[in-house]
């Protein structure tokens, strides 16, 4: 089993529809987590954090589901320029020793 | 402005040469990474580094070593025991101390071997 897992999509969604992905890890002892944004051929960048009271940016809100080991990210109002790949991320180490583990990411495309 | 910067954007390189991809940063973190990003695939941890001088195998180790001699730099040598070293392979850092976890990343490498 792999330790973080995502539904590789892809997801092809209309402006403006609300769209939810789910990463499920499987390291119980992970501490902090995160979504990062990948646009096709560039390098990721954090999208946001995720806390374990859920936490909201905008249109985007993330959720932590520890007993369930599962992280969900909802996007409402989709646009354009919401066409990426975005990964999942468990951090596996402890306090200072970081080890990141990335989800093969999901793809998704949203259609004018 | 500060920032991770790698180099070059593209390489190639033919079979059985070893090839140094650089990564620098001007952001003063302490903990530095390589990731290898296969078409498809999320990224594989290759190596990593908490302090100067000092660095651990990740997962994906074989075929590749580093140095951290200086703060701001970490190199990786793609060595010709690498099967498979064609991939984008990015550079990240983190700053010192649990306060934060992001990870910022260079803008990548794109090795291509012949």
């Not at chain 1, 997801?11 to 403006?16: A, C, D, K, L, Y």
């Not at chain 2, 195998?57 to 970490?74: H, L, N, P, Q, T």
Request: a neutral charge; proline letters at 4%.
């Amino acid at each position: 089993r792999k330790e973080v897992e995502q539904d590789p999509g892809p997801f092809n969604v209309p402006e403006g529809a609300t769209v939810a992905f789910n990463c499920t890890y499987s390291n119980s002892a992970s501490q902090s987590f995160f979504w990062y944004r990948q646009d096709c051929r560039k390098e990721p960048k954090l999208l946001m954090s995720v806390y374990s009271s859920g936490n909201e940016d905008g249109r985007f809100t993330a959720q932590l589901n520890r007993a369930s080991q599962y992280i969900s990210l909802l996007i409402r109002d989709s646009k354009l320029s919401d066409s990426a790949t975005y990964l999942c991320v468990v951090n596996r180490g402890s306090g200072s020793a970081r080890q990141l583990t990335f989800g093969s990411g999901t793809q998704l495309t949203v259609l004018p | 402005d500060g920032g991770i910067t790698q180099s070059p954007k593209y390489l190639f390189r033919k079979e059985g040469q070893n090839v140094t991809l650089s990564c620098e940063q001007n952001l003063n973190h302490d903990a530095m990474y390589w990731y290898r990003q296969d078409p498809g695939q999320g990224l594989r941890l290759i190596y990593y580094s908490q302090i100067v001088n000092d660095f651990q195998k990740g997962d994906i180790a074989e075929g590749y070593s580093v140095s951290r001699e200086k703060k701001e730099s970490f190199p990786l040598t793609v060595t010709s025991a690498q099967k498979n070293p064609t991939a984008f392979y990015l550079c990240a850092s983190i700053a010192g101390g649990a306060s934060t976890d992001t990870q910022y990343f260079g803008p990548g490498t794109r090795l291509t071997v012949l």
